[in-house]
């Protein structure tokens, strides 16, 4: 079994920035691609960025330009930097990680419990 952890949220100004970490732990076997999702209250959890084990990166066009998403591969911990964040960026955020909780497990999605991230004056 996989553990991810997350932290890094809290209330932030408008124009703030805030780091997010994810670390993995337990049963880890291999971590493909690592991201971050989030979701609004109503509303559907969406991508907000995600890595490959290579590095390769995809954003959601709403934050492009303003947030980072970088990985440790030897820590098994993945970042989001958030720049200029708006209220718009108000969500809980979780960590997700594709991998094997062992050498003869399929991949699959394992997800944090989330951290709230809050724009406001």
């Known amino acids: 079994q996989v553990q991810l952890v997350e932290s890094g949220g809290g209330l932030v100004q408008p124009g703030g920035s805030l780091r997010l970490s994810c670390a993995a732990s337990?049963?880890?076997?291999?971590?493909?691609?690592m991201g971050w999702y989030r979701q609004a209250p109503d509303k559907q959890r969406d991508l907000v960025a995600s890595?490959?084990?290579?590095?390769?990166?995809n954003y959601a066009d709403s934050v492009k330009g303003r947030f980072t998403i970088s990985r440790d591969n030897a820590k098994n911990t993945v970042y989001l930097q958030m720049y200029s964040l708006n209220a718009e960026d108000t969500a809980v955020y979780f960590c997700?990680?594709?991998?094997?909780?062992?050498?003869?497990?399929?991949?699959?999605?394992?997800w944090g419990q989330g951290t709230q991230v809050t724009v406001s004056s």
């Open positions: 997700n990680a594709y991998a094997r909780g062992s050498h003869y497990a399929p991949p699959t999605d394992y």
């Open positions: 890595i490959t084990r290579g590095g390769s990166t």
């Open positions: 337990g049963s880890v076997s291999s971590i493909y691609s």
